[in-house]
């Protein structure tokens, strides 16, 4: 009989120590769960090798090729989307940020965006261009500006910082941004981002008649 329970300790402590052996293992192997912080301003440099990697040679800019820098890195895990991408961005007027966003939504990347709604129509803004592709687009609603700057990547990975996506955030700009895998960090961010999506239907304002003057702004901004 005690041997029995003797074996059943020991069994216990077996899986005890396994699991801190793991544990310990994964903290000396951070690169399972990516985590990585990028700062801004980002060199100037080509990113044309990330939108067409078969023919990396074919741009003929003056920036320079092969160099890595904080814009690209940004780039890199924003098209490594393969199934869903949840953009909550306040401003939204860098190109190249919209480019990768339209190269997704042409593979069949489910791409949902929420923007500010007095910043969507502003001079230079990419958000329009995203509408008129077929991209799902919602405004915040309220008095208060939708200010977050976050994506989450195929519901696994969380981009979010200071950074707003516009070209003087970029290339001017001293802003940061945290890239992790973490998933008590990311799962946050869905249940925002899910919070913002729902709050900001518009049919839940069209058909309200409780909410005329919101009704009458949200038609503008649609």
């Known amino acids: 009989m005690w041997s029995v329970k003797v074996v059943g300790l020991g069994v216990v402590a077996l899986s005890l120590s396994l699991e801190l052996l793991v544990r310990f293992l994964r903290r000396l192997r951070p690169g399972r769960i990516l985590n990585e912080v990028l700062f801004f301003p980002s060199d100037l440099a080509c990113v044309e090798h990330l939108f067409s990697p078969s023919s990396p040679r074919s741009c003929l ?130 249940k925002e981002f899910h919070r913002l999506w729902v709050h900001s239907d518009p049919a839940r304002y069209l058909h309200s008649s409780d909410q005329k003057p919101a009704q009458s702004e949200l038609r503008r901004e649609l």
């Open 61 to 190: 800019c003056s920036l320079p090729h092969g160099v890595e820098t904080s814009f690209s890195r940004l780039l890199r895990h924003i098209l490594s989307a393969t199934s869903s991408l949840d953009l909550c961005v306040f401003a939204f007027s860098n190109m190249d940020l919209c480019r990768a966003i339209l190269a997704l939504h042409s593979k069949g990347v489910i791409i949902r965006v929420v923007t500010d709604k007095d910043y969507a129509a502003i001079t230079g803004s990419q958000i329009g261009i995203l509408r008129k592709s077929g991209i799902c687009v919602r405004c915040g609603v309220g008095s208060v500006y939708m200010h977050h700057k976050f994506v989450v990547v195929d519901h696994r990975l969380l981009v979010t910082g200071s950074l707003n996506w516009t070209l003087t955030a970029v290339q001017s700009n001293m802003e940061n941004i945290l890239i992790t895998e973490e998933p008590q960090l990311v799962q946050p961010f869905i």
